[in-house]
């Protein structure tokens, strides 16, 4: 039987990220995907404006529903939640929904390039340190794990610096730990943190950075994950199809990328 998911983001109604890319790429994988919208925005918040609507008073009623229903879940996927009041509401439906043996998969989703993105603070960091304890994957780049562990940043980070964020992040949760698109030596890798081996994947840094690609790595590799997949297997697919995206995008379409045309491919 296809695996179950739900993935609770927002619905950003144009921009190629969060749920109009997570429903095609784990649909195409084969794992039946169910959503719960955090919030509906007229568009990612690259773009000069947005609107949002925040659907966390429905949540409640949609849980009533799916608590009648019999409804369960083989794995979460969480991304751009957008407000801490959700984590609560996560971790309720962790408890209520979850198939035996289901997954968790966190990427936190909250800042880059060293800083937080618009509307988030620093409460909201603190409550998405605490959802991660219930993880069993986290996918954080290098500024959201320095965020999780209360370390500067630099730009100027080694792999030895990411290997160290992992470290702290390891004491803060039991979850499998990849820090994803950290940029070092020349190249981009995703480093893959266990007690006893450190795993380093590592990629040609492509000289153009695209809006929504970590939610299309995250994607994949949760879908790949369901279906059996390693972690290393897994973050590798991730990390090719995210560069194959890239490529597959004109400079023009600047607002994310077109995984589409790699998906067709699959
Ligand atoms: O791609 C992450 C993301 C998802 N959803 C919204 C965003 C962003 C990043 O800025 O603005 C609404």
New binding site residues.
């Given amino acids: 039987m296809n695996k179950r998911i739900l993935t609770m983001q927002?619905l950003?109604c144009v921009g190629q990220?969060?749920l109009t890319v997570a429903l095609p790429i784990l649909s195409a994988y084969g794992v039946e995907a169910c959503v719960l919208p955090t919030a509906v925005?007229s568009n990612?918040?690259?773009f000069k404006s947005w609107s949002y609507l925040d659907l966390t008073p429905e949540i409640k009623n949609i849980y009533e529903n799916w608590t009648t229903n019999g409804f369960k879940f083989d794995a979460f996927l969480l991304?751009?939640l957008g407000k801490a009041t959700l984590m609560d509401l996560a971790e309720e439906c962790f408890d209520s929904f979850s198939a035996d043996g289901a997954k968790i998969i966190i990427d936190p989703?909250f800042g880059d390039n060293g800083k937080l993105?618009g509307g988030f603070d620093l409460d909201y960091v603190a409550a998405m340190r605490k959802l991660i304890r219930r993880a069993d994957f986290i996918l954080p780049n290098v500024t959201e794990a320095c965020f999780l562990t209360d370390t500067p940043y630099t730009p100027d980070y080694d792999a030895k610096f990411v290997i160290k964020l992992e470290e702290k992040l390891a004491k803060l949760t039991d979850a499998k730990i990849i820090i994803t698109g950290a940029e070092t030596g020349g190249d981009i890798c995703e480093i893959i943190y266990g007690k006893n081996k450190i795993d380093i994947l590592t990629h040609e840094l492509l000289p153009v950075k695209k809006?929504?690609t970590?939610?299309i790595f995250a994607s994949v590799f949760t879908a790949k994950i369901l279906n059996g997949c390693s972690v290393k297997d897994a973050c590798q697919a991730a990390a090719v199809f995210v560069a194959d995206c890239i490529k597959a995008t004109d400079d023009e379409h600047f607002y994310g990328v077109l995984f589409e045309k790699v998906l067709n491919k699959k």
């Fill in positions: 927002d950003s990220c969060s925005l990612h918040t690259m991304g751009y989703v993105y809006h929504g970590g939610d």
